[in-house]
């Protein structure tokens, strides 16, 4: 089965207002961990990464948290916009370079 | 854009048909890895190639097989399909040993299977 997933398939938010995604994971071995955003008809597009041997990331507009505890990571949007409205996974890395992809969550933006 | 191609962009194909995806990797990159992506799923890796080798695999059958040209182009190849074959094939180019976020996407090839 999987080893990554997400509690939530569908998340809508109003615009302006701050968007969390979360994410599960369940292999300890993973030191990596990526945000990917995919648009309709594209490919997944790299938003944000975070090894282990950290608890906090920010880009811009965005926040990833990793609690390795209980093995949790979030994706933190802030003041969201129409066009972060898209599919939103979390991936991990146990070996190599080879992405473990979850299901996904779609942010859907309200106006 | 990230400079990944795919052709084509969507193909229908019947049970027991093969079928033939390409990739044209971004310039400089030498790893292209593979995933299959089913409808309201996240991809899963089929395959990595380097330097025109197989360089990893997930969970995926024989029948689908893969080749890297010198190039560094690729073909993912899938015999005898199957209807769960269906699905949007993604290729992403990177350099060797580099970390996820290198690993640049291509739109996709939508595969349906009848």
């Known amino acids: 089965g999987e080893s990554v997933g997400l509690h939530l398939p569908t998340l809508s938010v109003q615009e302006g207002d701050n968007s969390i995604i979360n994410c599960a994971y369940s292999?300890?071995?993973?030191?990596?961990f990526i945000w990917y955003k995919q648009e309709s008809g594209k490919g997944p597009q790299f938003i944000i990464d975070i090894r282990s041997n950290m608890d906090k990331r920010q880009g811009q507009r965005v926040t990833v948290l990793l609690n390795k505890t209980v093995k949790h990571l979030s994706l933190q949007i802030a003041a969201t916009q129409p066009g972060d409205s898209a599919v939103y996974f979390c991936?991990?890395?146990?070996?190599?370079?080879?992405?473990?992809f979850g299901k996904g969550t779609r942010l859907h933006i309200l106006p | 854009e990230t400079g990944v191609t795919q052709s084509p962009t969507h193909l229908i194909k019947t049970r027991g048909q093969q079928v033939t995806l390409r990739c044209s990797s971004q310039s400089g990159h030498n790893t292209v890895s593979w995933y299959q992506q089913a409808l309201g799923q996240g991809p899963q890796f089929i395959f990595q190639y380097y330097r025109e080798e197989e360089n990893g695999r997930g969970n995926f059958p024989p029948r689908f097989s893969g080749l890297q040209f010198p190039n560094y182009s690729s073909e993912l190849n899938v015999n005898a399909l199957e209807l769960d074959d269906s699905a949007l094939y993604l290729c992403a180019s990177s350099t060797s040993g580099g970390p996820g976020k290198t690993q640049y996407f291509g739109p996709g090839t939508r595969l349906l299977v009848l």
């Open positions: 292999n300890s071995a993973s030191d990596y």
């Open positions: 991936a991990e890395l146990p070996w190599g370079d080879k992405i473990i």
